[in-house]
């Protein structure tokens, strides 16, 4: 496996890298994938990552080029890229997964077609790509854009969905289009993805399918660790909740660090609100009081403006759907839910906001 290639293929032409890194007057987007060309091709055998900073604070972390480089020869296996197959970057190059579709574009050969994030991505209407990875809000952007569903997704044939968590109504959007949808689970340390899901069509599952050389297992704690190749101590533990059906197959059920313990019960939050999310449109989320005696008390979060017409319609629904230890105790409304740099929502930061 050559690391190094010379050339890069972007928007159809074949590029130099050393001349790419030096060329002037690049548009922002370009400079960034400069910047990373230019660590990639360092000396050094490692390039420096940000986390996302979604359970806790973000650090740098170092990550061994020949670790990427494997990472990125998963993918290409997986969805079968070939050379000269046009995908799409659309992602920020800052964060891990970013970089991995450069560098997939760079061992794959594929045809690399770099676009701003922000992007409103109208170009869809008439571009069509083998491949492409997005975050959650991108894809749902996406979805308001088009007069008709899946008219500019559909012309990607394969789309990669990670970096959060992917709600209920948006992946039921997805039942409709003809492209291919996977959600991916992964971390920055992993040098993303270590497992996909398929969430439409022929062969959709509930379940994370493991990818190849990668197992994991489960800790006493119930929480997920990961066997890859390449790591200097294994398994890496996460503070995932999950269940597996084997070593290769498993599903997150929330995180350790965010179970709510009331009443001497212990509630793992994205679970409860799995059960409300098909009902509830707007940005929401369990969090939870100082409580006496029960050391905490479930509430529900909502994002938008308090009313009482609102509090009944969402006290209905979670006497509904939710038993009677997980009825949560108060309904608070926040202007904007707290979030990362990346969009997730910043649990942490809620829970200070409903404290006060």
Request: glycine letters at 6%; one cysteine or more.
């Amino acid at each position: 496996m050559n690391l190094f290639p010379k050339y890069i293929k972007l928007f159809g032409a074949k590029v130099l890298v050393e001349e790419f890194i030096q060329k002037p007057n690049k548009p922002i987007h370009e400079k960034e994938l400069a910047g990373f060309l230019k660590e990639w091709y360092a000396p050094e055998d490692f390039v420096e990552v940000k986390t996302s900073g979604s359970t806790g604070t973000p650090k740098t972390i170092r990550l061994k080029k020949e670790f990427v480089a494997t990472s990125a020869q998963r993918t290409i296996h997986f969805f079968q890229l070939k050379k000269d197959d046009r995908v799409l970057h659309c992602l920020p190059l800052k964060y891990i997964a970013g970089k991995l579709m450069v560098v997939r574009a760079m061992l794959g050969e594929l045809d690399l077609r770099l676009i701003e994030p922000s992007s409103d991505f109208s170009y869809l209407q008439t571009e069509k790509f083998r491949f492409a990875a997005m975050v959650p809000n991108q894809v749902a952007k996406i979805l308001k854009a088009e007069a008709i569903l899946g008219k500019w997704l559909g012309n990607i044939e394969k789309l990669l969905i990670g970096g959060s968590a992917i709600t209920y109504s948006l992946e039921k959007q997805l039942q409709n289009l003809k492209t291919d949808c996977y959600s991916s689970y992964g971390m920055t340390e992993t040098a993303t993805h270590i497992a996909l899901r398929k969430m439409n069509g022929h062969g959709a599952v509930g379940w994370y399918r493991c990818l190849e050389n990668i197992s994991v297992s489960l800790s006493d704690n119930g929480c997920l660790q990961i066997y890859i190749p390449g790591l200097e101590s294994q398994p890496l533990q996460t503070t995932d909740l999950a269940e597996l059906k084997d070593d290769k197959t498993f599903r997150i059920l929330g995180r350790s660090d965010n179970v709510i313990i009331s009443g001497g019960i212990k509630f793992s939050p994205e679970q409860i609100e799995k059960k409300l999310e098909s009902f509830i449109s707007t940005p929401f989320l369990i969090s939870s009081l100082r409580h006496e005696p029960l050391g905490e008390q479930l509430v529900l979060v909502v994002e938008g403006k308090k009313s009482d017409l609102e509090i009944k319609r969402l006290m209905k629904i979670c006497r509904s759907e939710l038993n009677k230890y997980e009825q949560p105790r108060q309904i608070r409304f926040l202007r904007q839910l707290p979030r990362t740099a990346n969009g997730k929502f910043n649990r942490k930061g809620v829970a200070e906001v409903v404290l006060l």
